[in-house]
């Protein structure tokens, strides 16, 4: 096989391994089941509760043995599972579910929303959540945050600090995206790439004797010279694409393009991409900051009509920031019967809903490792849009200090082994994990 081309995912279950890759999707839902009841996850008593909550607020760092031998029993193991069921949001509006957003107009359809026709209220909110943002940036670039979510109405944002994803700088990656948000961006001075094109391309050039990075670059030379009200002037790469036609004798009978044809063509496959996981956007280093700004003055970030009309973006973050809720994700443990060949087996299930980020799908499982004895299967529900945060961004110095990058990233609030996981290069592509299990403390997964 060509070690050029990219590797497919495969169906099958992956070998087994004593960890599972960096998931960046948000998970709605996390269904885990068991041999083995999930009773310690009921009735948390008030006291671990409260220090579950304080556990998390101050970032204290559970370790479990390999094995917990009464799980009911263990204050330890209740109170980190309280801990790592917290999440920060904002805005917090109670009676509307503000995650996700992409898609949910129909859910909040009938809700009441005072700010959807008061223009007054409107600034106020954007005011306040301009404030919250620009705290969790300062955070994430101070990496006392690890990365955080942008929910809006039409694309989701992701925000990572340097040393996270295998990338030596802050990154943000946007999915999906139109072509209008992407020229409104150029506009603004923000130099980003589109990763997914630039590996298809480089994939047809390997394939192809056509070279597209030349056709591209060409036409976008002929428009910036129309735009400057001159006449497009043949070029010598156009005699020679074409020199194959004389030799045939056919080059009178075979129109030319011309510029507006091929800004025509390169502008409908611009369009083409729109909405799809090939519109990803991914934005790098300082430039991360001209876009804070731009997606805060951005008009397009809050929807104008319908049930989401007025409401700021959601911010979604594994640690407090300013203007931040504090919310947790909702649990319930379910018993079943399954049938197993002839007879019934006690099946033992533990739901968790809400949006579930990398960091806690993690750390649910490090302590599910302990209390379920190294057996375990989930089945994981992706909020699709954002599987295309997956991709491998391929941004990695190769002359990377890793230790000079990592040095300050254990005070973002992350189990040491949470924030190992997310420091890898992304491995899943375009797609996410779907089904995880644990035999024998080793992992296999499904994508």
Partial sequence: KDPHLPVAVPEVPSSPSHEFPADWSIKTRLLFMSSQPFTWAEHLKAQEEAQGFAQH???TETNLPQSVQEPKLSTELRCAFQQSLVYWLHPSVPWLQLF???????KMAGKASPWSQDEALQQVLMSDWSVSFTSLYNLLKAKLCPYFY???YQFTVLFRAAGLAGSDVITAVISPTTRGLREAMRNEGIEFSLPLVEESRTRKQKNSEVNLETEVAHS???VNSMEDGEEPAPSDDDDESFSWLEEMGVQDKVKRPDAISIKLRKEKHEVQMDHKPESLVLVKGTNTFTLLNFLINCKSLVAVAGPQAGLPPTLLSPVAFRGGT????????I???A???LAYEDIFSLEIVGPVMPHSLHSLTMLLQSAQRGAFSAALYTHEPTAVFNTNLDNASTALNKEAIHKDLPTCGLHPRTLDQLSQCPTLGKSSIRFL???DYAYTWKS
């Fill in 57 to 59: 607020c101050r970032a």
């Fill in 100 to 106: 996700p957003r992409i898609g949910a107009d129909r």
């Fill in 150 to 152: 942008v929910c809006t």
């Fill in 220 to 222: 976008l030379e002929v």
């Fill in 326 to 333: 504090m919310q947790t994700l909702k649990a319930r443990s």
């Fill in 335 to 337: 018993n079943a019967k």
């Fill in 339 to 341: 049938r197993v060949h």
């Fill in 437 to 439: 299990e644990m035999k």
